[in-house]
């Protein structure tokens, strides 16, 4: 009795409900208006839900309710038959669900297949053994009733009851759908009934995968990622039987659906650190967070290569132009977050790469009506800024282009970084100083202003950059008072 006390599937707020007498419900159940029953079935519901004890109702129902044809009357049915209590002071079960077990039977058999669907995806939630077993023979024969909606939710009811009321109730369900998932073309049906296999009959399971390993890509997402969960399972439970599953992991990273993608990636690398997988895992990533829309599953994708590089960061450089395409995210989270990934993913080979990106996004957060495009192009600065500290070879290419920004909301990253640039590389020091006097007139900002007059006054050194200098200030000046 304990697990049947501690298990819940409905909640609702019952804090306003007002207080009703039992006469005054069973009054309205014995009402032939459908409406009246319909609400006085939810206030014994919600009375139920919050602690009161409503014993002389149940036999009002089942009088007056429990044959009708009303689809809303019979949902509320279900949710009532959930948390009557079932059980009586001396925890054995009611006379009264004796009756409500027939009821239960009839739905169960009953000529409209969403009838039969309802009453068993409603078996699922049922824990009692009493009621579940005179219900097992309705169920096992609705495996072979030939709508889906039925097959399939059949499937699922003898999952719940194998696995939580109790296997003696079923002892035959590992055959039974075994024959039923060979014979079943239903992608809904044929996935109920491998989510049975893989928590009740794995052996089982194995046995339909391997035999079916070349057709999988036809049962479906939903298959697939039981496929999927129970490859992590059963490999870590046996290490040895990885080589089984590794080409049926390479085919799902091809699937066209996202989350099977994205699964089969994780379970990938999670299996085998071989340079192979892990490469094909981090394409599969890379172009999941180019081609997604959610920015949260954006994210979670980069925390997934962020993860990925720690160990493996030489075959995750060789899609970072797959990964900087997430660029094109207008969220700032998303491109700072890329940024983050991609900036120790950069080496020599494919720096020119990454810059020429980083400067062309830059020029966009100018030429478009971006949000936040002040803040994007600030973090794109401090990117390019580690990029030239790292790699000379492309200082002088982008340190031109930033500064013509001068003017904008990132001025003083770009003064800084021009700061740091001239005192690095003293071959560059001419052609800078040169651009920054020119650019003394654009700048609005005194913090940047400061900046570059301490620049060109540390560094101008001969004569003619002094008076070049002095001319440029006095000119950006304009005449004295």
Known sequence: MAQVEKNCTVLFDTEKISSVQQE?????????????KQNALKQTILMLLSGEQLPRVLMSVIRYCINTEDHQLKKLLMIYWEVVPKYGPDKKLLPEMILVCNALRNDLTHPNEYIRGSMLRFLCKLREPEILEPLVPSVKANLEHRHSYVRRNAALAIYHIHHYAGQHL?????????????????????????????NEAETLALEFLEAN?????????????????????????????????????FGMMSSPSPGVAYEAAWTLVSLTTAPTAVRAAASTFAGLVSSQGDNNVKLIILER?????????????????????????????????????AMDLVTPRNILEVVTLLKKEVVRTQET??????????????????????????????VHVLMEFLDTDGALDVVLFVRAIVEQYEDLRPGLLRKLMDSLGLIASPSVLSVALWIIGQYARSADEVAEAFECITEATGDAP
């Open 305 to 341: 290569l962020n993860a990925l590089k720690k160990n493996h960061a030489k075959v995750v450089q060789e899609v970072l132009m797959d990964i900087l395409r997430a660029l094109n995210s207008p969220n700032l989270e998303i491109c700072e977050k890329t940024l983050e990934v």
């Open 24 to 36: 005054d419900i069973m009054r309205d159940l014995e009402s032939p208006d459908v409406k009246l």
């Open 213 to 249: 390993m070349e057709d999988l890509a036809k049962f479906g997402d939903g298959f697939a990622l039981l496929v999927l969960d129970l490859t992590r399972r059963v490999c870590r439970a046996d290490p040895n039987l990885k080589a089984r599953f590794v080409s049926c992991l």
């Open 170 to 198: 079923v002892p035959d369900a590992p055959e039974i759908v075994s024959r039923f998932i060979a014979e079943e073309v239903d992608m809904g049906c044929r996935r109920n009934a491998f989510l049975f296999l893989c």
């Open 369 to 398: 009506d971006m949000d936040k495009a002040a803040e994007y192009r600030k973090v794109l600065i401090r990117s390019i800024h580690q990029c030239a500290t790292r790699f000379p070879d492309v200082a002088e290419g982008v």
